[in-house]
């Protein structure tokens, strides 16, 4: 072991001192080597040689985990979503393999059965017939109203003036005869009175009452003025309508009366 470096023993003149070189305090060891130190001292760090850098054994580890949270994190939902959507389609060509059941194959009994029965013909096609038109009736028809059975006979207009030349009736236009045929088809007498029981019409639509007066000059025993009629028997009048000079009637009504539900008859003339 070597003595330290001592400067008083080295030293040539003390007018011209000399530089003492620093590595002179140690003795010289060979390359990448360093004395021991002295007894009681720590030898000095040791800097790195130059052009180098730390090793950080923990960085690595580190930046792996970080990025294993980030794609935990991030793309945890898009695999899942992924996986999902594969799942379905799996179960959708699955579903699309396995072939669907069909009547036929499933109610095997049902077929048959149909397939043996005849087939049903078809309703046939039915039309309703047409609503029947009302009857019409004419001069000579026997048509039915209420209790009676009447008949228009003739029908004559233009008459002035009804009776004779003591006991007459002049007309305020024109008088319209009408001779007309009453007969009771019930089981019981009836009286008739043509006065409200029958009427005329003309073009117009206007109507026009018989003339009771008329009635009594213009018949020889007064028919139709309250004439009693048993069943069975018929009694032949003139009826005579007021109405203006020119008028042609159209139709001749006669009522079925208050107290029956028949309808009344019409005759077109």
């Known amino acids: 072991m070597t003595t330290p470096y001592d400067p008083a023993q080295n030293e040539s003149s003390p007018a011209t001192p000399q530089p003492t070189p620093p590595t002179a305090q140690f003795p010289q060891v060979p390359a990448g ?4 130190p002295p007894p009681g001292q720590y030898p000095p760090p040791v800097a790195p040689p130059a052009g180098t850098t730390r090793k950080r054994p923990w960085l690595i580890p580190t930046l792996i985990g970080v990025a294993v949270v980030v794609v935990i ?3 945890g939902g898009l695999v899942l979503g992924l996986t999902s959507g594969d ?11 396995i072939p669907a059941a069909s009547p036929s194959t499933s109610a095997p009994a049902a077929v048959a ?4 029965a005849p ?5 046939a096609k039915t039309t309703a017939p047409p609503p029947a038109k009302p009857k019409t009736f004419g001069i000579g028809d026997k048509v039915r109203g209420g209790d009676f059975e009447f008949t228009i006979n003739s029908v004559k207009c233009g008459i002035s003036q009804v009776g004779n030349e003591f006991l007459n009736k002049k007309a305020q236009g024109s008088f319209c005869r009408a001779i007309v045929t009453v007969k009771n ?4 007498a009836h009286t008739f009175h043509a006065d409200g029981t029958i009427t005329a019409q003309d073009g117009s639509g206007r109507e026009y009452e018989a003339d009771g007066e008329a009635g009594i000059y213009g018949n020889t025993d007064g028919q139709g003025f309250l004439d009693e009629i048993n069943p069975g028997n018929s009694v032949k009048a003139n009826v005579y309508f007021d109405v203006p000079k020119g008028t042609k009637l159209k139709t001749i009504t006669f009522d079925a ?3 029956t539900f028949a309808e009344d008859a019409v005759v077109t003339l």
Do not use: M, R
């Open 33 to 36: 080597q360093y004395p021991p």
């Open 73 to 75: 994190c991030c793309g």
């Open 87 to 97: 799942d379905k389609k799996t179960d959708a060509s699955a579903s699309s393999d």
């Open 113 to 116: 059965s149909s397939a043996s």
């Open 119 to 123: 087939p049903k013909p078809e309703p």
């Open 185 to 188: 088809v019930t089981k019981s």
């Open 257 to 259: 009366g208050l107290f």
